[in-house]
Nanobody, 123 residues
Framework: QVQLVESGGGLVQAGGSLRLSCAAS????????MGWFRQPPGKEREFVAA????????YYADSVKGRFTISRDNAKNTVYLQMNSLKPEDTAVYYC????????????????WGQGTQVTVSS
């Protein structure tokens, strides 16, 4: 029903910035809360950020507060993750997800997932 495609990943040096995008199709974008998760090498998938349906209210993992910003443009069916002051610990595959229920830190709350985009931060 909903297809999500991430883009914007790449290799950056510590202290640098990246902006991830997630383009949605196949559903009514504004009816979904959106989240970003990441999976570092050899580790479990973890919550990064989430945003409510119309934006304005956001949630962040403690590890990214003050550095990352989630936003959405419902007119463009796109959610973004602006990542500043990147650290090697941020290296992971980043996934975009959509929830028909609510914004949440739990992966089980999300119904649809993108394919992921690799972010690598060198020291």
């Amino acid at each position: 029903q909903v297809q999500l495609v991430e883009s914007g990943g790449g290799l950056v040096q510590a202290g640098g910035s990246l902006r991830l995008s997630c383009a949605a199709s196949g559903g009514t974008f504004s009816s979904y809360a959106m989240g970003w998760f990441r999976q570092p090498p050899g580790k479990e998938r973890e919550f990064v950020a989430a945003i409510r349906r119309i934006g304005g209210i956001t949630y962040y993992a403690d590890s990214v507060k003050g550095r990352f910003t989630i936003s959405r443009d419902n007119a463009k069916n796109t959610v973004y993750l602006q990542m500043n002051s990147l650290k090697p610990e941020d290296t992971a595959v980043y996934y975009c997800a959509a929830s028909s229920r609510s914004a949440s830190i739990g992966a089980g709350n999300y119904d649809y997932w993108g394919q992921g985009t690799q972010v690598t931060v060198s020291s």
